[in-house]
């Protein structure tokens, strides 16, 4: 959906480097969150915010740290990355209490 | 552990066949069932989606069938089609948050 961006769309790094990978969305809603995609895993949900003062944990958030700037601004990072963060990243959102989330195009990261 | 289990993992459907792909789940809380379609390249994006209150809907030629005793729900594709083509995740909805399916990989021949 081209109203949820995220930059870069790809990126390797090396283990124990810190990288941040960054959503912005223009379609004025409250809720963000992070997702990560495996093989056979499906998504799981790393970071989830309902608004610029409430950051929440989702089930996978050991290694990873969120920001939210702004409304329209969530960033993922990875403070010292290791090859098992290798995976495709999605950002999402949604508004308020309405359960239809919005995802962007995803960041492939690869770790070496 | 995964609260939503999907199956099969991967699917392929003759053009004009019926694609089925099945999801089970535990907890009863849940309270909204999305089906997400992803191409390559591509973020899911919510295809068709029901609560636990009604058994079946209907979208065109996608259908969610829901079983509320047995706890498991399912993606009906009628007639096939090579545009159907994709990865389509089942999601279960509780407090605010999202617990995904696996992924079913899909491939209609033409």
């Known amino acids: 959906d081209a109203d949820v961006t995220q930059t870069p769309r790809n990126r390797i790094t090396k283990t124990g480097k810190r990288i941040m990978l960054e959503c912005s969305q223009t379609?004025?809603?409250?809720?963000m969150y992070w997702y990560r995609q495996d093989p056979g895993l499906g998504l799981q949900l790393i970071y989830y915010s309902f608004d610029v003062k409430d950051i929440n944990k989702g089930e996978i958030s050991d290694g990873y740290s969120v920001s939210r700037q702004a409304q329209a601004k969530f960033s993922l990072s990875l403070e010292s990355a290791i090859p098992n963060q290798t995976a495709l990243y999605f950002c999402?959102?949604?508004?308020?209490?309405?359960?239809?989330?919005?995802f962007g195009p995803g960041t492939r990261l690869l770790v070496l | 552990q995964q609260q939503v289990k999907q199956s099969p993992q991967s699917l392929i459907v003759q053009k004009g066949g019926i694609s089925i792909i099945n999801c089970a789940y535990e907890?009863?809380?849940?309270?909204?069932f999305p089906w997400y379609q992803q191409f390559p390249g591509k973020g899911p994006a919510l295809l068709i989606a029901i609560r636990p209150d009604v058994s079946e809907k209907k979208e065109g030629r996608f259908t969610i069938s829901f079983n509320k005793s047995a706890k498991q729900f399912s993606l009906h594709i009628m007639d096939s089609q090579p545009g159907d083509s994709a990865t389509y995740f089942c999601a279960a909805h509780n407090f605010n948050k999202f617990y995904f399916g696996s992924g079913t990989k899909l491939n209609v021949k033409p």
């Open positions: 999402a959102t949604s508004e308020g209490a309405k359960e239809t989330q919005y």
């Open positions: 907890n009863t809380a849940f309270d909204y």
């Open positions: 379609k004025g809603h409250d809720r």
